[in-house]
């Protein structure tokens, strides 16, 4: 049978560009996911997008489902034969309803036990059917972060859809969706060929478009911007300002990109250039250009959606309207000048963090005691600077820029700061601070924003759970996650030690009156929700689970520590003779479950040679492992460690550890104890699966 090529193109209103991307994704997702559970075969799936439509094809579709066995379980055996082994009339009747002789009725294994059942070929459907019946509620599945409904439908999309192309083999897959009939009619660009028109399959779709003004290839609209848009700028002897975010969100913004250039005032130059660039590209979307040395200019790209007649009308638009937000700008950042930005903390105290956690100036209370306690320990010399960045790091939500662009905190407060004559370390803090903001964002350079970063987001994370703020499932509303990743980052990249446990408690006692939780609830929640951060950051960078999850069993308060025995027994985990030497471990760890801790061992209990010779192993081992477990150098410790392979073999081949002589027993325990403590100086043992396991 021929393949044939299925097209789906769903037309609707403008959908918002940062809609779009995560649509096709999820589109795509579900297409795939729906011919796979049909038993349909296909080739390759694509997807493109505009702003108005978006659109799957997939090649090589299969006309029919794949013919495929199955089996239909009947009554036990034990209903199905009598005494006499002859079929009953539960059998007879369970074959005349599936349509085959009672002859055909086979014995299979089922978690129920024994059963009758039959096996059948079942053919294929038509692919059409099987998608006509499927696609209302594919595209009801399409996932965007709002949808709406329109008229009095109840079907639910980003925005009101106004057509549907669905083609199998250039034949119409018919269905409904809310008030739209699927069909073969397409339509162009909205303003320049907003007519109907026929297609029969993609490229007949693509060219067609083409012909009306629409790029129907993303990638082909990005270039188009980026390549124009350089050119535009290079006749003035200046480059579009690198903004891969900007650049996504114009490539959806619009179906045929025609980017002009225009200019502003210079004098608007004396703003700060983040205020400059984040005006242009969030109140108009325009690119921001840079001189050779990296400087912004007054110049902007705007990239229209049709071509225009006279550009010249055009780009006096676009000035119009710049200048006006530019002004704006202007106002708020002169008004913010009139005073220091320390004098705003007092403001904060009219700003609510949280209900149940006070104002937001009571937070910058805490969390500034947390940041000069961690500062006294680790840099002593920054005190003053990490106690003033975080008095100062969030007063610029009290000022007017941050209150036109939100986006800006941190950044206009490090500027103001400058400005102020703060030293250079607490201005650049109070940018660092919200660092890192999201997932592969950079990380805080300095100790002093560092640590400031560090103690907002605990006070965040031990605020919230001591309120019952706790994430559950998918909703993190607080961003709790994103602050105990971000603790965990900022220390391995600082390569500080910072006790987690100690600073949770410091957290917790400031945060007393408030807590609605008891304590120790509080901080053992707190600690678990850290520790599973840590385990899911490891695990996602490629260690195993088994490594991570046995380091953490052992201990993770110190993130730093944990970080370098996670690479120490991944690293030892490589060793060819690594499944012989932790099989020993593992004995002695397991052995120690349940058992009371009676303290150290007598020698003089010792009877066998076995005991002696472990002992006096175990003696020498510790003596050369534990300076350098102190040191941090946990891949020469496991070398030491692993010395105790054989007595430890040796041991178990030779002593009886669970005697009836009680004496004896409990001074065995506790020199296998004594060596699981020195294991556990690294990780728990017991949890390290074999490396055949990964193999």
């Known amino acids: 049978m021929t393949t044939r090529e299925f097209l789906l193109e769903i037309g609707t209103e403008e959908i918002p560009a940062s809609f779009v991307k995560p649509a096709l994704s999820s589109a795509s997702d579900l297409l795939q996911n729906l011919l796979k559970a049909s038993w349909i075969g296909h080739g390759e799936v694509r997807t493109f997008a505009t702003p108005r439509r978006l659109i799957l094809t997939v090649a090589d579709v299969e006309p029919l489902q794949a013919a495929r066995e199955i089996e239909k379980t009947g009554p036990p055996v034990s209903a199905a034969y009598d005494e006499k082994g002859n079929f009953t009339k539960a059998a007879v009747g369970f074959a005349r309803s599936q349509g085959v002789d009672v002859s055909e009725l086979v014995v299979v294994k089922t978690l129920r036990g024994e059963q009758v059942a039959v096996r059948k070929v079942e053919e294929g459907r038509p692919t ?61 660009h909205r303003f320049m060929h907003p007519e109907s028109f026929p297609v029969t399959c993609f490229e007949d779709l693509r060219s067609g478009l083409e012909q009306r003004g629409v790029i129907l290839d993303q990638e082909t609209r990005k270039r188009i911007i980026r390549e124009k848009a350089g050119e535009l700028a290079a006749r003035e002897g200046v480059h579009v300002l690198d903004d891969a975010e900007l650049l996504e969100e114009v490539t959806y913004l619009v179906e045929s990109p025609h980017p002009i250039m225009g200019k502003f005032q210079s004098e608007f130059l004396e703003l700060p250039a983040s205020i400059l660039v984040t005006c242009m590209k969030k109140h108009q979307r325009y690119f921001s250009v840079q001189d050779s040395e990296g400087r912004i200019r007054n110049w902007f790209i705007a990239v229209n959606n049709t071509p225009v007649k006279d550009a010249n009308v055009s780009i006096r638009g676009h000035q119009r309207v710049l200048k006006a937000r530019l002004e704006d700008a202007r106002f708020y950042f002169l008004e913010d000048r009139k005073e220091p930005l320390v004098s705003r903390l007092e403001a904060l105290k009219g700003v609510v963090f949280h209900s149940k956690l006070g104002t937001a100036y009571e937070k910058v209370e805490r969390f500034t005691i947390l940041a000069r306690k961690m500062a006294e320990m680790l840099a002593p010399d920054r005190v003053h600077e990490v106690e003033r960045a975080s008095m100062l790091c969030k007063c610029d939500l009290e ?27 607490v201005a650049t803090a109070i940018r660092e601070h919200y660092l890192p903001a999201y997932a592969g964002d950079d990380l805080p350079e300095g100790i002093v924003g560092a640590l400031v970063s560090i103690a ?16 559950t499932g998918a909703a993190d509303p607080y961003a709790l996650r994103r602050n105990a990743l971000g603790i965990i980052q900022i220390l391995i990249n600082l390569g500080h030690p ?8 410091e957290a917790g006692a400031l945060l007393a009156a408030k807590r609605t939780r008891p304590e120790e609830d509080v901080f053992s929640d707190v600690m678990d929700f850290i520790k599973t951060r840590f385990i899911n950051f490891h695990t996602s960078r490629g260690f195993p689970l088994d490594v991570v999850e046995a380091v953490v069993r052992a201990r993770c308060d110190d993130p730093v520590d944990a970080r370098r025995r996670v690479e120490a027994l991944h690293e030892w ?42 002992f006096s192993a175990f003696k020498s081992v510790s003596e050369r492992a534990l300076p350098l477990i102190a040191r941090g150098e946990y891949a020469k410790a496991l070398e030491e460690i692993a010395e105790l392979k054989s007595p430890i073999d040796n041991f178990f081949d030779d002593v009886m550890v669970m005697v009836d002589v009680e004496d004896l027993r409990t001074n065995r325990l506790a020199l296998l104890r004594e060596i699981a403590k020195l294991f556990g100086n690294v990780a728990d043992f017991s949890f390290i699966g ?4 990964n193999k």
Request: glycine content about 10%.
């Open 128 to 188: 059409v059917d099987v998608l006509a019946e499927a696609l209302p509620g594919l595209m009801d599945r399409i996932v965007f972060p709002k949808t709406m409904r329109w008229m009095d439908l109840d079907a639910r999309f980003a925005r009101p859809v106004h057509w549907i192309v669905a083609l199998l083999g250039g034949e119409i897959v018919p269905f409904t969706f809310g008030n739209i009939q699927s069909g073969n009619m397409s339509r162009g």
């Open 399 to 425: 000022t007017g820029i941050v209150y036109e662009f939100p986006e800006l905190q941190g950044i206009i407060g490090s500027y103001y700061a400058r400005m102020d004559g703060e030293p250079e370390a």
């Open 456 to 471: 907002d987001r605990i006070d965040t994370i031990v605020g919230c759970f001591s309120v019952g703020l706790i994430p």
């Open 498 to 505: 910072v006790d987690l446990a100690w600073l949770t408690r």
């Open 573 to 614: 985990k490589q060793r060819d003779d690594f499944d012989s030497i932790v099989i020993g471990f593992k004995r002695v760890v397991n052995i120690l479950r349940g058992m009371p801790d009676t303290g150290p061992p007598s020698l003089e209990l010792f009877e066998s040679d076995g005991e002696r010779k472990l």
């Open 690 to 693: 074999s490396t055949a396991e």
